[in-house]
Every structure is written in C-alpha cells, then in structure tokens.
C-alpha cells in the first residue's frame, strides 16, 4: 500500500471514528463499537489479540440549570457528578482559605477566584494527587454544602481548549456540583446569601470496557509497545485526541501485515486516558505486573497529524544507543522534528516504571491544548491524513531498524 492510499484509507477512518460513531467516551456504546472496529481490522491482518476487561463508570447529563433573584445563569453538570434539584442560599469561597472559614452546610457553595484556577485532579488519581487538592475536596466533604458551584476560566493543561472548564470531574466525589464561566461567577457572587435555585439533570451509569492489545511475535520476552488512547471526552469528536493516533497504528498494523520483523510488538489501545479512573492505564499495569520490565521501549501517539503542523518526537529516558536509532530514524522523516517533551500523556506511564519512550504529537501540541482539546472544534477536518500515513510509515522503518540492530 502506498503513501495515497494510506492517507485515503487515514482519511476513511476519521469519518468512521469520529461521525458515524458519535462518541466515545469510555463506557459508551460508541467507546465499544471503536474498540471492536480495531480489533478487527488487526484481528484481520494476523494479530495475535487480547482483551483486557474492565468495569467503569460512564455518566449522561440531560442539563442543568441555575434560578437567582429571578435570574437565570448558564451551568453545566460537572462529568461524573451525582444530579441534584436543590434550592437553599448562596454561601462563597474564593481561595483555600477562605473555604476553611465558610459556612457551607447545607448551603448551594460558590467557589470562584483563585481556587478555581486549576482543575482538581480526582480523589482516587493513582499517578498525581496534590496535597492542595486533596485539602480541597477534605474541606467540601467536611462542611457538606448541599451542591457545589464552581466559576472556571481556562486550564489548558488539564483540561484543554474547554472554556469553562469543570473544577470538578470525579465520580467519586459525591456531592452534586456543576460548573459556569468565570464572567458568570462574578455575577453569581454578587447574590451571596439569596436563596437559588439549582438544577442538574445528571446520572451515574455503571459499565464496561476494555484495552486491546496486538501482538506479533507474542513467544519473546522483550517488547517494543507502542500505544494510543481510544476514548474521548464527551461533547467532543476526538479527531486529534485521539482518533488520529488510534488510526495511524492501524495503518501500522497493515505495513507489518506487509513487511513483519522479528521483534516482539504489542499495538496498546489504551482506553480511559480521557476518563477520571484512568481505568486502562491502571488495569494495564495490573496485568503487566512485573513484566512491565520486559518493554524495551514504548512508543505513544497522541494529538498527532494537525493540519499545517509538523510531526513532534520527544525522547524520555532513553538509553544512548537506542535515543541515537530513535531520532536517526524518525529526523530523517519530511516533516517530523524533535519537539518539547511533555509529561501529561500515556507514555509517563512507561517512563514512572523505569522504561524508556517516545511521544509523538503535533509540533504545536500548546496551540491546540489551548485551542481545540476536548471542544467540538477536534473535528476530522483539523487532521492531515497524510500526516498519519506518514508517520505510520516511519514507526514501520524504525521498527525495522531496531530489528536489525537487535534492540528489541
């Protein structure tokens, strides 16, 4: 298969990923339907598959709503909170301190200001879990408000392009909150101590789902891994985030169909990255155990293949020998740079147990973390397909090169 058809056949697959699946947030049907669709296409092409099953916790919301002094305020049910139908008066928290102070119980809690400016990560997060954060949701937990309201701007980092952002996104945490742009908490604060009025038509469902693995060569101990997450935040397509990654190592799998090598490879799809349990990641360690030594080098794939943007390589500690093959390998690619490393995706999973990685993503991975992720904006059209067949051609030629080399 040459370069056009690839990037035909890339093109092909974003629509089947991203419209006529509608979404896939994990324990979604449709976060079934994508995982089933690549493990076929590389069940198809002589992959030896396994499943790696899991239950988790998927959520709908129908709205919600906010009533104050006879005005209506635009909310959002923050993801994975409980629903609620609550009237009682308005208390506020602006900092930390501030929140230790307040009497909340029983009350609709405003936080707005600076507690608000980073997402919090979840109660139960296994790989980061700031004490500040942690002091937050002891505090909330403590004074046992009836609802929580939170007034966000942007946080790129954590939670993408979304404006506003939930504070909030823990199915864990049991107290109902929603969330409203930074602009509207300002006008919600002014309203301190006034009865409201909210409303949040949200529920918890419990579900399944699962990683995929394909392996070639699954008898040899030491393996090259290369991965991509599968599910996506709800409202959004994920073309970027992370269709195109999920795509590019299907049109992988079809070159070693074509030209295998003697290396051990596993095709990880991780499912969950984009979901608060971290649930794939977590069940992927639990499975690999000890053998997690046995990865010589993992490979990740996300944000990759925007349109205008060049292809990103960054190295995570890798060995000499093996960075020296990695970057004359892929710098030899039209098109593909070493870029800036960043610390937020599946490959920190790797480089946390002691294996080496690679992360690969577009060269303005800031731009479009600030832009597009997690928004409806992360539509196929933002994709190069060219971009895909590309790099999947240039993962197939590096493979080929540390086979040669002897470095699985």
Same mark, same amino acid.
């Given at each position: ?99 230790? !102070? ?20 979840? !109660? ?18 403590? !004074? ?265």
């Amino acid at each position: 298969m040459n370069m056009g058809n690839m990037a035909s056949l890339a093109g092909e697959l974003l629509v089947k990923f991203c419209v006529d699946i509608p979404t896939r947030r994990l324990g979604s049907e449709g976060n079934r339907q994508a995982s089933a669709v690549f493990d076929a296409w590389m069940g198809e092409r002589g992959f030896i598959m396994e499943r790696q099953e899991f239950d988790c916790q998927d959520w709908e919301t129908e709205g919600a709503s906010l009533l104050a002094a006879g005005q209506c305020f635009s909310v959002f049910s923050s993801p994975h909170s409980n629903g609620c139908r609550v009237i009682a008066p308005l208390g506020m928290a602006a900092s930390l301190e501030e929140l230790e !102070k307040v009497d909340a119980a029983g009350k609709i809690l405003l936080l707005y200001g600076e507690i608000t400016a980073s997402q919090l990560m979840p !109660k139960g997060y296994p790989f980061y879990f700031p004490d500040e954060h942690r002091r937050i949701y002891d505090l909330l937990e403590e !004074k046992q408000p009836a609802a929580i309201i939170t007034a966000t701007g942007c946080n790129p980092e954590l939670a993408g392009a979304m404006y506003p952002f939930p504070m909030i996104e823990d199915g864990s945490f049991d107290i109902p909150s929603v969330y409203m742009t930074d602009v509207e908490g300002v006008r919600l604060a002014a309203l301190a101590g006034q009865q409201v009025e909210l409303v949040s038509n949200a529920r918890r469902i419990d579900s399944h789902g699962w990683n995929s693995v394909a392996k070639i060569n699954p008898q040899i101990q030491s393996r090259v891994v290369l991965c991509a997450h599968i599910d996506a935040k709800p409202g959004t397509p994920g073309a970027l985030d992370n269709a195109s990654g999920v795509i590019t190592l299907m049109l992988l799998g079809e070159r070693l169909r074509q030209s295998p090598v003697c290396l051990g490879v596993d095709i990880l799809i991780i499912n969950g990255e984009d979901h608060y349990q971290a649930r794939g990641e977590v069940v992927y360690l639990e499975r690999m155990g000890a053998k997690i030594q046995n990865v010589s080098l993992a490979i990740n794939l996300d944000g990759l293949g925007h349109v205008g943007d060049d292809v990103a390589c960054s190295l995570y500690g890798c060995p000499e020998d093996l960075g020296e093959t990695v970057r004359r390998v892929l710098s030899a690619q039209p098109g593909m740079l070493e870029g800036d490393p960043w610390y937020q995706g599946d490959h920190m999973v790797f480089l946390q147990n002691g294996r080496p990685a690679v992360a690969i993503t577009s060269g303005d991975l800031g731009g479009l973390m600030s832009q597009i992720t997690h928004t409806a904006k992360d539509s196929p059209d933002q994709v190069d397909p060219s971009r895909l067949a590309q790099t999947a051609l240039a993962l197939h030629e590096l493979l080929q090169a540390l086979d040669e080399e002897g470095a699985g």
